[in-house]
């Protein structure tokens, strides 16, 4: 297949990085599972000398996911964790970064108890509001970390105007695109100069693998992050990296089926009286509903409003006997699988973050996250409908 770039997402997400085996003809590539390579002589090698550095099968999954995002160049890791720490590592100490307030609870325990011990300084601001951001830059401010939509408040931010202000100040804007998969979201098409994703989440899609990613077409912030990726050595097995390649081939039915089965979800629960609130980007409630209509979209240029919903039940008492009669939702952390997952973010992807700080952005004990799987709509629906009504009945 020639000029691969020019073809649409879906067939993108098949063949780039998945070429049959030119010897054997074997559709699906082979895994190098090697940790070191012969070599024709001294300073004589075949491309490749040690797996720490480059593997093929890693070589393959990077020219993937960078198409996918609209990006140059990808440079994975073993976790979306080691993702954002090589991030940082490109900077240096008293540099400055702002961050998106509502971050995953894993993230802003790495910049509060680990990067910060470092030099490094954040300052965690409400980046809906443009206002703050211009408020929050300093001569020494270097990124801007977005996460939009957050996690698990689904607030959105404004990917072109917040990359509009940083060029004019020489700030590198940084998009967690997990959430929406590059399916549903490429912020690099909206300025942003790089883009992270939890590889564990939509884009494996099966809660079986670890990943990390950061995409961008900046050469020389590429060249900075491959040599973190060799020299610290946080690398993604050749078997993860085969895993993901595989699953990105099924991305785009994934992440569409989630979110057809969400929109429709988030739609019942507004009608759910025993739920006090439904946030959701796809309804007209959201306060970012038109920006998400205007940013969160396919490839195809369809609205797509993501697989994630949170809702708030009237108390403790409520929340965990809803947990408890749950069936076909799994009460576990993560998202983006193809299985329904449930968790309380205040306890649990949000437990290190401090509790006055949790309370005063909305993430509340009675908060419930939804993560939205392909299963069938009306048996998910069924599901939340008995341990609904199992609330009303112990009123």
């Known amino acids: 297949m020639t000029n691969k770039s020019k073809h649409h997402f879906e067939t993108r997400a098949i063949h780039v990085g998945n070429h049959s085996n030119i010897r054997t003809g074997s559709v699906s590539p082979a895994i190098h599972l090697t940790s070191t390579y012969e070599q024709d002589g001294l300073g004589r090698d075949r491309g490749f000398d040690y797996s720490r550095a480059i593997n093929p099968t890693r070589q393959r999954l990077e020219s993937n996911i960078a198409t996918l995002e609209e990006g140059k160049h990808a440079i994975s890791f073993s976790s979306g964790m080691a993702a954002i720490t090589a991030l940082f590592q490109t900077l240096k100490q008293c540099d400055h970064i702002i961050v998106s307030r509502n971050v995953y ?38 990124i801007l970390f977005l996460e939009t939509p957050t996690n ?67 050469k020389s912030l590429a060249d900075q992050l491959y040599f973190i990726q060799k020299a610290a050595g946080a690398v993604p097995s050749p078997f993860d990296c085969w895993l993901l390649l595989r699953s990105t081939k099924t991305l785009s039915l994934r992440v569409q089926q989630s979110a057809e089965n969400a ?10 009286p025993i739920v006090t609130e439904v946030i959701y980007p796809g309804l007209e409630s959201h306060p970012q509903h038109k920006l998400a209509k205007m940013q969160q979209l396919t490839p195809n240029g369809d ?27 799994t009460f576990a952390e993560s998202l983006g699988g193809v299985e329904s997952l449930v968790c309380v973010p205040y306890d649990m992807t949000h437990g290190s973050v401090p509790d006055d700080m949790k309370i005063k952005m909305g993430i509340t004990p009675t908060l419930i996250r939804l993560s939205i799987g392909i299963e069938n709509v009306n048996d998910l629906k069924r599901d939340l409908k008995f341990a609904l009504q199992e609330l009303i009945v112990s009123e």
Request: proline share 3%.
């Open 105 to 142: 609870g894993g993230t802003y325990r790495v910049f509060d108890q680990v990067l910060s011990n470092h030099g490094l300084t954040f300052d965690f601001v409400d980046t809906r509001d443009l206002n703050s951001i211009e408020s929050s830059i300093r001569p020494e401010t270097k």
């Open 152 to 218: 698990p408040l689904l607030e959105i931010s404004d990917i072109s105007a917040i990359s509009s202000i940083c060029k004019e100040h020489n700030i590198i804007v940084a998009v967690d695109n997990t959430f929406m998969s590059p399916y549903g979201q490429r912020p690099i098409s909206l300025g942003a100069d790089i883009v992270m994703h939890s590889g564990t989440k939509h884009i494996g899609g099966h809660s079986d693998i670890i990943s990390g990613l950061l995409i961008t077409s900046n």
């Open 263 to 272: 929109k429709e979800i988030a739609e019942w629960l507004t009608n759910q």
């Open 303 to 329: 609205v797509i409003y993501g697989s994630l919903i949170s809702i708030r039940l009237k108390d403790e008492k409520a929340r965990d006997q809803f947990i408890e009669k749950i069936n076909i939702f």
